[in-house]
């Protein structure tokens, strides 16, 4: 039994353990989808669904099919589901984590580039970015000119430039793992994320990407909903950069 | 300043408001961290029906000329100072939960693995 293990973590010593995270509420329809194309093509990687306490047969769904899940009882909200993730990230010994979306938005055939660029530019924080090449899925109009702003916004914080500053998709190393784990936003949370990121002095690059739209299911953000999104995320921007503001003199 | 009748009667409102609290406290309701604020401000209420001057005098510190409305804004920041006590108490509660729930979910991970493996390997030694 010890052979066999030592054996195991020698293997995984072998290549940089990557975790998938794949955060899904009510996702039950795209969930089956997402995750067997990350088993049957992509095996090398790790995975786990973190089951945002879905109403729906999402968990049924897990079961049958023996996946890899943590089941939060009551829903936290994106933010408090990725960050579990990344908290089972640290305490699994993880070296690289990644997010991507529970309703198969993300293409996972992208992240063995986006680890090779991270490697080679060293780079903290690696974001799947639409709008680099501007290929596939672009969503509304409305919605880049409310990216652009946050884009912008981000840069004026920071003097860091990302594109595609809510894109979902991104992976971070080990000690990006370890921050976010302790400290992620609640809800809404990837350019405040990005915030932290920069705060921290990590380095941030955007690797092009083509995401698909969604297949099934809406997106969390409905236009009722954005005018709220706009001015939290803004608040929440904000807030981050002063609070780190005197930390970041040292 | 006051009538003696009014006085007896906010005495024993404020008498009331104190049994209350004592009775949530001892009947551990209320977390006594949480309810020093409203003793601080049974005292106060208590001072201010025997010694209205003080009131006054402190309401003139301030600049403002009306007793009444001065009685008003004190306590409308008063109340004020309580709901962002409060609010700041949900938010630390909110992020205690969700640490909470973030490490039950692993624990449960492990337990269903735990359990899997338990189950495989009294069904191999069952077949054996």
Known sequence: METIRKELVGKMDESKKVLIIIPAYNEGDNIEKVVDNLITNFPQYDYVIVNDGSTDHTRKVCR????EVLHLPINMGIGGAVQTGYRYARDND???AVQ???DGQHDVGFLAQMIQSMQ???ADCVIGSRFVEKEGFQSSGVRRIGIKF???LGWILTGVKVKDITSGYRLVNRRFINIFAEDYPTDYPEPEAMVITAVHKGKIIEYPVVMRDRENGTS???LKKSVYYMFKVTLAMLIRRLSFGVRRQK | MIPHTLQVTLSIAVICYFIIILYYLKKKMLEL???LIWLVAGVIMGIMIYFPELLVWFVGQLGIESNMNGLYILCIAFIMMILMTLTSIVSRQQLKIRILVQELSMMEKRIRELEHDTEERTDDRESV
Do not use: M, N, P
């Open chain 1, 94 to 96: 993880y070296e690289i």
């Open chain 1, 150 to 152: 946050l884009s912008v």
């Open chain 2, 33 to 35: 961290k949480y309810t």
């Open chain 1, 64 to 67: 049958e099919r023996g996946y």
């Open chain 1, 100 to 102: 991507i979306d529970g």
């Open chain 1, 120 to 122: 080679k530019e060293q």
């Open chain 1, 220 to 222: 969390s953000i409905t």
